[in-house]
């Protein structure tokens, strides 16, 4: 006998009043990043799987010199397939912040395309990654989608991580973070991660102003 498999059932699209919100919200001063739920369990197992298949290197352990030392303890990869299922997440992330930037009034950015995505894989127990500044070449608004496990995001005011407060990055939540030209301001917050108590994947999506768009 013949089995007949099903097409998947669409997944409803995720809110774009919530991410319109959201991008208002982080446009308030003082206000660093902000989180927001995203992503149902099923379509993020698939990118969580997708995810585990790339070949990811270690990360260096420390970057910078003397008091500028960032200490990261992940492995990450690059080495996104455009055909994948993450760059079409990217594709349709573009889509879904067009949309919600349409939305407001004034808003703090223009489209961005995310040209740069970085998978990142962290152990449990790893020491995640110490307060740091996203590098300068990234623009306007940085965003990390979190696949699965459990740490801490905090953003804080120096690379000592004072003043340190933390932003939800519970699997399916996207952080959206402040760079460069972001509110017409040139701010970029200082951020930590740590507390990783189950193995953690995420994606960072940026706009790197230094490659085709
Ligand atoms: O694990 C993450 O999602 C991002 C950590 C981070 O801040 C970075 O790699 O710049
Ligand atoms: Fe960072």
Redesign the pocket.
């Given at each position: 006998m013949k089995t007949l498999d099903l097409p998947e059932r669409p997944e409803p699209r995720p809110d774009c009043g919530l991410l319109a919100c959201a991008l208002d919200e982080l446009a308030r001063p003082g206000r660093g990043a902000v989180s927001l739920p995203w992503l149902a369990p099923g379509r993020l197992e698939r990118l969580r799987r997708a995810a585990a298949r790339l070949p990811f290197r270690r990360a260096r352990a420390r970057v910078g010199e003397a008091e500028r030392t960032v200490f990261q303890d992940?492995e990450i990869t690059l080495d996104v397939p455009q055909d994948g299922l993450l760059r079409r997440f990217a594709d349709e992330l573009e889509a879904d912040l067009a949309a919600a930037l349409g939305r407001l009034e004034r808003p703090p950015l223009a489209p961005p395309t995310l040209n740069d995505i970085a998978v990142?894989r962290?152990p449990a127990g790893s020491r995640g990654?110490s307060p740091?500044r996203?590098h300068l070449r990234y623009r306007s608004l940085v965003v990390?989608l979190?696949l699965s496990g459990r740490a801490r995001l905090f953003v804080c005011d120096d690379r000592a991580g004072s003043g340190a407060e933390e932003v939800s990055?519970a699997p399916g939540r996207l952080l959206l973070m402040r760079a460069p030209g972001f509110a017409g301001s040139d701010e970029r917050p200082f951020?930590f991660?740590d507390g990783v108590s189950a193995p953690?994947y995420?994606i960072?999506l940026r706009h790197d102003r230094t490659k085709a768009p």
């Open positions: 992940f990142q962290y990654i740091h996203d990390l979190t990055i951020h991660l953690r995420g960072g």
